[in-house]
């Protein structure tokens, strides 16, 4: 058995290559480390993140009430593919379930960023037009 742990984790644990890590009542050898896909703020910088195998779950009896266990899916695939994916888990209207994009993990930021590229393409647009602008200018007194 064994586990991945985020990168922070190393010195605060002091762990080597070969140590074991108790979790519950199951230990696991360190498998290796991995940097979190978000950046965590705030309170969420407190709370690093270990990996196991979900069959492994059950055995460590870590599970129960009060227990902050999260379960994720990551997927690859064509973009028809995982808009299907995450349109058919969205169709079932489970509390439980959430899908999130790795261009965009919420409507408002995925808005914020389509509004941002929108000011960028338009900061471009307006550079050219003063350069071409510029060298015209400058050309005229040769």
Not at 2 to 8: G, I
């Given at each position: 058995?064994?586990?991945?742990?985020?990168?922070?984790?190393?010195?605060?644990?002091?762990?080597?290559?070969?140590?074991?890590?108790?979790?519950?009542?199951?230990?696991?050898?360190?498998?290796?480390?991995?940097?979190?896909?978000?950046?965590?703020?705030?309170?969420?910088?407190?709370s690093?993140?270990?990996?196991?195998?979900?069959?492994?779950?059950?055995?460590?009896?870590?599970?129960?009430?009060?227990?902050?266990?999260?379960?994720?899916?990551?997927?690859?695939?064509?973009?028809?593919?995982?808009?299907?994916?995450?349109?058919?888990?969205?169709?079932?209207?489970?509390?439980?379930?959430?899908?999130?994009?790795?261009?965009?993990p919420?409507?408002?930021?995925?808005?914020?960023?389509?509004?941002?590229?929108?000011?960028?393409?338009?900061s471009?647009?307006?550079?050219?037009?003063?350069?071409?602008?510029?060298?015209?200018?400058?050309?005229?007194?040769?």
């Amino acid at each position: 058995r064994s586990v991945w742990v985020e990168s922070a984790l190393i010195p605060l644990m002091q762990l080597q290559d070969d140590s074991t890590i108790t979790l519950g009542k199951t230990e696991f050898a360190l498998g290796g480390t991995f940097q979190p896909l978000g950046a965590a703020g705030g309170m969420g910088a407190f709370s690093h993140q270990m990996v196991i195998p979900l069959a492994d779950m059950a055995a460590t009896e870590l599970k129960g009430p009060g227990s902050r266990v999260e379960y994720e899916l990551a997927l690859i695939g064509t973009p028809n593919a995982i808009e299907r994916f995450a349109e058919a888990v969205d169709a079932e209207q489970n509390p439980h379930l959430q899908s999130l994009s790795a261009q965009a993990p919420s409507q408002d930021l995925a808005q914020s960023l389509d509004t941002a590229w929108l000011f960028l393409e338009l900061s471009a647009l307006s550079a050219v037009l003063v350069a071409g602008l510029s060298i015209l200018i400058a050309s005229r007194f040769y």
